[in-house]
């Protein structure tokens, strides 16, 4: 069963413009992770960000956690064409597993 | 980028035939996944590694079998291919190596499998 959800489902902006997706998920977790998929390729890592956090940045990507909520936010400023990909929350339940859950994605497009 | 290859990167088969896709790593990361994605599903889980000879199911391993002989390589079995698995088989692989965050998943290209 998925764990995360994403929401949109699908997101479309322009050039310039800030994208946020959410990520809800079900049970207490270790980590929680962003992926980015570009068409026809394998995901790529984005940012990690623990469950004792609640704000990350890398670049012009920012997440946010909220426990207590069990939602993750991950905003792109000044969105570009290239940011144009898929997007995934992956959530890393507690109690020692290493099996990630992946939800299903966002699909964002970045219009020029 | 990890070094991480899937091969083959593309095929088609027949339904009842038996199927082996293979992940190659070479960066020497403890653990290796095997995932299926499909339209609507995102991605599900088949199969995962956490050392040579140590292996577990994830959430869809009815009909997949894996093994691991050596630490860099990990083969996806179909051992009779039907058409509910044509889909995209992705590899991972994660560990501690090298400073990069534990859990973090690296994604090797893909295999599409079709099968008719």
């Known amino acids: 069963s998925q764990q995360g959800e994403e929401d949109p489902q699908a997101l479309s902006i322009q050039e310039g413009e800030n994208a946020t997706m959410n990520c809800s998920y079900k049970t207490s977790i270790n980590n929680l992770q962003w992926y980015r998929q570009n068409s026809g390729r394998g995901l790529v890592h984005l940012i990690l960000?623990?469950?004792?956090?609640r704000e990350k940045h890398s670049g012009r990507l920012r997440v946010t956690l909220d426990t207590s909520k069990k939602s993750s936010s991950l905003l792109i400023t000044a969105s570009r064409a290239a940011d144009t990909a898929s997007y995934f929350c992956?959530?890393?339940?507690?109690?020692?597993?290493?099996?990630?859950?992946f939800g299903k994605g966002t699909k964002l497009t970045v219009n020029p | 980028d990890a070094g991480i290859t899937q091969s083959p990167r593309h095929k088609v088969t027949e339904t009842g035939t038996p199927v082996t896709l293979r992940c190659h790593q070479t960066?020497?990361?403890?653990?290796m996944y095997w995932y299926r994605q499909d339209p609507g599903h995102g991605l599900r889980l088949i199969h995962y590694s956490y050392g040579v000879k140590d292996t577990d199911k994830g959430e869809v391993s009815d009909g997949y079998s894996v093994s691991r002989s050596k630490t860099e390589d990990f083969l996806l079995t179909l051992e009779s291919a039907t058409s509910s698995q044509t889909s995209v088989y992705f590899c991972?692989?994660?560990?501690?190596?090298?400073?990069?965050?534990?859990?973090?998943?690296?994604f090797g290209p893909g295999t599409r499998l079709t099968v008719l």
């Open positions: 992956a959530t890393l339940p507690q109690g020692g597993s290493e099996k990630l859950v």
């Open positions: 960066e020497n990361h403890r653990y």
């Open positions: 991972a692989i994660s560990g501690q190596q090298r400073g990069f965050s534990y859990n973090e998943q690296f």
């Open positions: 960000i623990r469950s004792n956090e």
